[in-house]
């Protein structure tokens, strides 16, 4: 047996929305080196993406980096065509996507509103529907959405936030249930605080009650989060499915 088969995802292919940057690209890396082939997809960051793109073949994998808006139907259907293409059917999602737009409620518009729960939720929703067919056919897949603490326990400022992560969490479960007979499972990730560049907005005061609300004493990393995505999509763990699993040092322990 080869060292290529000893890999557990190896012939497997991976998209990872929202790629180029944080979790998301840490999540890549870590899929490539269990042997996935690997779709960047990012809005605006061409130099991430890229950039993501040559370490993964490094790797000696196969990668490729779409610039597509997964909010838009259009983009997410082309997005699609162009993965299944060049790499074959999408077996494992990872959706990642998202944004902020922090604003207390009364200061809130609704556009505000709809622009979080759009890049959050529909690019979810949308991504699913496209990855669904092809993992059908294969009679085997992985769905692992990010969602958020926030979407557990609320976070004052950020109601769109919250409602999108929340909701995410509810299009997991459905997703599980629906497709748990076709060997396709669908899972969560709840993390807690990630310095990323979706976090670096936070002020010093807000960063410092996010600390001393976590039992570990400390912030998490990009790559811890990616491990515990790693794990829902493992062959080893087709038993599980419609589970949210937190990844925030213990912030919502409570629940």
């Known amino acids: 047996m080869t060292s290529e088969q000893h890999l557990p ?58 610039k597509a808006d997964v909010s838009q139907e259009e983009d997410v259907a082309r997005l699609f065509a162009e993965a299944n293409q060049s790499l074959g059917a999408i077996t494992i999602l990872v959706n990642n996507a998202g944004t902020t737009r922090d604003k207390l409620i009364l200061q809130m518009t609704l556009a505000d509103f709809e622009h979080v729960i759009d890049n959050n939720l529909r690019s979810a929703f949308l991504c699913t529907r496209a990855a669904l067919r092809g993992m059908m056919k294969a009679r085997w897949g992985r769905i692992v959405n990010v969602s958020s603490v926030a979407g557990l326990l609320g976070s004052a400022g950020q109601a769109n936030y919250g409602a999108s992560k929340a909701a995410i969490i509810a299009l997991t479960l459905s997703t599980a249930r629906e497709m748990a007979s076709r060997n396709i499972t669908a899972n969560a990730i709840a993390p807690g605080f990630i310095p990323t560049e979706l976090t670096s907005a ?23 989060v990616a491990a515990a995505i790693s794990f829902f999509c493992s062959p080893e763990t087709g038993y599980i499915t419609g589970q949210v699993l937190c990844v925030d040092g213990g912030m919502a322990i409570h629940i």
């Open 202 to 224: 936070l002020t010093e005061q807000q960063r410092d009650f996010i600390l001393s609300s976590t039992p570990l004493g400390r912030y998490g990393s990009a790559e811890e």
């Open 9 to 66: 995802l190896a012939g497997k292919v991976a998209l990872i929305t929202g790629s180029s940057q944080g979790i998301g690209l840490a999540t890549a890396q870590r899929l490539a080196r269990n042997g996935a082939d690997i779709v960047i997809n990012y809005r605006s960051n061409v130099t991430g993406a890229e950039s993501a793109k040559a370490t993964i073949e490094e790797l000696g994998r196969r990668c490729l980096a779409i």
